[in-house]
């Protein structure tokens, strides 16, 4: 019940197109769903975060939506660009809580 | 990397030798973590701490040992290191109870031969 899936494993797009990453929980009492972008030889960096309270949170090309009753939330970035080649991880916690990672998503954007 | 340094970032060693390492942060943040990542497991949590002297277990701690006696530094021991313990260890920091975001530091790879 703490566990949180990821998928897929590994992403390849093209620049300019969409990628899509998504997450399931089965913990309900989550509350807070972030997503840490990872680049090469470098510590997890928080990009985005979402509360269940909302459904879609938006920063730049970067957006969570967020799926309550399915208990599942996904990470869009669009217009993808070779500088987002990195590992996403998606998290849950409940805010006074530790995070759970899921197992990370490699995505590889080609011009 | 949010004010927090890892030490070493590489290191061999054999099976079987203690093995120390070190976190040390600049933030005076009151949450410390260490974390192992590994192909395929995402990012597991070994041993977190909430203040000076206080720890407590993650998910994956058999093996690993951890103290806190500043609140700048917090140290991953392995008693006895295992090949299973090769993998990549990362610090994080978080402010406090009221704020869910975590830093992490620049990791240490390490090797168990």
């Known amino acids: 019940q703490q566990q949180v899936k990821q998928s897929p494993q590994s992403l390849i797009v093209q620049k300019g197109g969409i990628s899509i990453i998504n997450c399931a929980y089965e913990?309900?009492?989550?509350?807070?769903f972030p997503w840490y972008q990872q680049f090469p030889g470098k510590g997890p960096a928080l990009l985005i975060a979402i509360r269940p309270d909302v459904s879609e949170k938006k920063e730049g090309r970067f957006t969570i939506s967020f799926n309550k009753s399915a208990k599942q939330f996904s990470l869009h970035i669009m217009d993808s660009q070779p500088g987002d080649s990195a590992t996403y991880f998606c998290?849950?916690?409940?805010?006074?809580?530790?995070?759970?990672f899921g197992t990370g998503t490699r995505l590889q954007v080609f011009p | 990397d949010a004010g927090i340094t890892q030490s070493p970032r590489h290191k061999v060693t054999e099976t079987g030798t203690p093995v120390t390492l070190r976190c040390h942060q600049t933030?005076?943040?009151?949450?410390m973590y260490w974390y192992r990542q590994d192909p395929g497991h995402g990012l597991r949590l070994i041993h977190y701490s909430y203040g000076v002297k206080d720890t407590d277990k993650g998910e994956v701690s058999d093996g690993y040992s951890v103290s806190r006696s500043k609140t700048e530094d917090f140290l991953l021991t392995l008693e006895s290191a295992t090949s299973s313990q090769t993998s990549v260890y990362f610090c994080?920091?978080?402010?406090?109870?009221?704020?869910?975001?975590?830093?992490f530091g620049p990791g240490t790879r390490l090797l168990v031969l």
């Open positions: 994080a920091i978080r402010p406090d109870r009221a704020q869910e975001t975590q830093y």
């Open positions: 933030e005076n943040h009151r949450y």
């Open positions: 998290a849950a916690s409940m805010v006074t809580d530790k995070l759970i």
């Open positions: 913990n309900t009492a989550f509350d807070y």
